[in-house]
């Protein structure tokens, strides 16, 4: 079992749509990130979290250090959305990735 | 001004040849990682160099090989390749080892092993 766990594997969604990816960890951590990665393309950092909530743009992150559980949220969604959004936690020196989620926004 | 450059951005080989990855940062980072990805997407973690101090070694076999000359710099080398190895291996580097400091990350290098 990975220590990091993100739901759902893979998402479709219109448009528009109020898009919600979850990750749950198993381990004290210092921080947690959420990437993003586009296909072909590298990894870009959006958020780093270690408590409470954060918001650029469309995209908003929170995290709930008691419950080991973050949510990125990404509001009125555009194909250009369309990418794997990765959670990753570290803890110690090191950084512990999730599956990812795969995201597809339809126009 | 690129933050961290990786080269070549895709590489083709033979199984049992020889082949580098380069790694730069111009950030003034202390620390530089590679991290491979696989099929599916799922990263992990090889190696991470502090102040061009080896500082995590995870289960990657002999043949792969880091060497940081400087603390801009991570190289991997790879010896005797096998079909397996076929991955994106991306560098990154951050501020510090520990703490809450963010990641940059290289573009990746697609290696293909044929």
């Known amino acids: 079992k990975n220590e990091v766990e993100q739901s759902p594997q893979n998402l479709t969604a219109q448009e528009g749509e109020f898009i919600t990816i979850n990750c749950s960890y198993s381990v004290g951590i210092s921080a947690l990130h959420w990437l993003q990665q586009h296909p072909g393309g590298g990894i870009v950092s959006l958020f780093m979290?270690?408590?409470g909530k954060k918001k650029h743009g469309r995209l908003i992150a929170t995290i709930n250090i008691q419950e080991k559980h973050s949510s990125l949220h990404i509001t009125a969604s555009h194909p250009r959305d369309s990418a794997v959004y990765i959670c990753?936690?570290?803890?110690?020196?090191?950084?512990?990735f999730g599956a990812g989620t795969i995201l597809r926004v339809k126009s | 001004d690129t933050a961290v450059s990786q080269t070549p951005k895709y590489l083709v080989t033979q199984m049992g040849n020889d082949k580098s990855i380069k790694c730069e940062q111009n950030l003034g980072h202390d620390t530089m990682y590679w991290y491979k990805q696989d099929s599916k997407k799922f990263l992990k973690i090889m190696f991470s160099y502090n102040n061009k101090e080896l500082i995590i070694n995870e289960t990657v076999p002999n043949r792969f090989s880091p060497k940081s000359p400087d603390k801009a710099h991570l190289n991997l080398h790879i010896n005797s390749l096998e079909l397996g190895d076929s991955a994106v291996y991306f560098c990154a580097s951050s501020q510090k080892p520990r703490g809450n400091y963010g990641y940059t990350f290289g573009s990746g290098t697609r290696l293909t092993v044929v």
């Open positions: 990753a936690v570290r803890y110690g020196n090191k950084l512990v």
């Open positions: 979290l270690s408590s």
